[in-house]
């Protein structure tokens, strides 16, 4: 060739070009599987959710279900399925863990945000985060062994199984996810807006709740209700500690069921195959499933609405 070029580079430059875009079609259609196993898994568990609670309702009607106040699917005589008792159970655990929750969760976002200092927020919050690695199942032990036993000396009537334990300890677990995504929410906030409310003579606390806090009201709410969503699915912590006598009434000091408890106390064998209480499983899941979709749906409105942009 007369730039000194021969037959065989050029094949190899044209080889290495074909290959390069054979790769970049292939690549994605790659990512577009891998993307659309998500999407297939999330169609697949609402199918299958759907497929075996029809087959449940077909034994029980719907109304009974939605309606009902008493829950005994072990009945010698006569086996009950009415979901409210398991529905108030789950929302005690979820309302105490709130309380818990929420406010020191968001105290601790503004001291990070807003006090401590880039060496303070570098120790304080990764020791905050660890919290959130801790197996549930710990938590659960936790409530029963340690925290039931406290506050029985303050509450003597308290029962060994119980909300309140194990709503308090929900509430701790859930607590780094408020604390972290809400001091994400302030940090994000511009430092000319406190600098200016600074300058007009503010004080920190009023900056921190007047200026910020409403700057990053988005976040915050957002993360409070995921938290709570994450609350209502909690599974070994009420397992453990909270009982298995499903009641629909607010009494925090006895023993209660929850809709995942539920599922645990089926699910480990007390139920034949085929049988109505293994469909009511289902059933149950189903209503969890669209509890935490309303939550996640909240929570996306919220932050849609309540949006801030800089």
Not at 42 to 51: A, E, N, P, S
Not at 223 to 234: D, F, K, Q, T
Request: glycine residues 8%.
């Amino acid at each position: 060739m007369m730039d000194g070029t021969s037959v065989q580079d050029l094949i190899a430059k044209s080889n290495k070009k074909r290959s390069k875009k054979l790769i970049e079609k292939v690549i994605p259609i790659g990512l577009m599987l891998i993307a659309s196993v998500s999407v297939l898994t999330t169609f697949g568990i609402i199918l299958t959710l759907v497929v075996e609670t029809s087959i449940f309702f077909s034994k029980v009607p719907i109304t009974d279900f939605l309606l009902g106040t008493e829950w005994f699917p072990f009945a010698n005589t006569e086996q009950v399925f009415g979901i409210l008792p398991l529905i108030a159970g789950t929302l005690k655990v979820a309302c105490i863990a709130g309380i818990v929750a929420v406010p020191f969760g968001i105290g601790s976002a503004i001291f990070l945000s807003e006090y401590a200092s880039d060496r303070t927020r570098r120790i304080i919050k990764p020791i905050l985060e660890v919290l959130a690695g801790i197996p549930t199942i710990v938590y659960g032990f936790f409530a029963l062994t340690f925290v039931t036993p406290l506050l029985q000396q303050l509450i003597p009537d308290l029962k060994i199984f119980n909300a309140l334990s194990p709503g308090i300890v929900v509430g701790i677990m859930i607590l780094p996810m408020i604390a972290s995504l809400s001091e994400d929410a302030m940090s994000s906030v511009p430092k000319s807006i406190r600098e200016g409310a600074l300058a007009m003579g503010s004080t920190k606390l009023e900056v921190s709740l007047r200026v910020v806090l409403p700057a990053a009201l988005s976040g915050i709410i957002a993360s409070i209700v995921l938290a709570l969503s994450r609350a209502i699915g909690e599974t070994m912590i009420v397992s453990l500690a909270g009982g298995s006598t499903p009641k629909f009434d607010w009494n925090v000091t006895e023993s209660i069921q929850t809709m995942t408890a539920y599922i645990v106390q089926v699910s480990s064998g007390d139920a034949g195959y085929g049988t109505t209480i293994y469909y009511s499983i289902y059933a149950v899941g189903f209503t969890l499933f669209l509890f935490t979709l309303f939550m996640n749906y909240l929570a996306h409105v919220i932050s849609k609405k309540f949006r801030e942009e800089y």
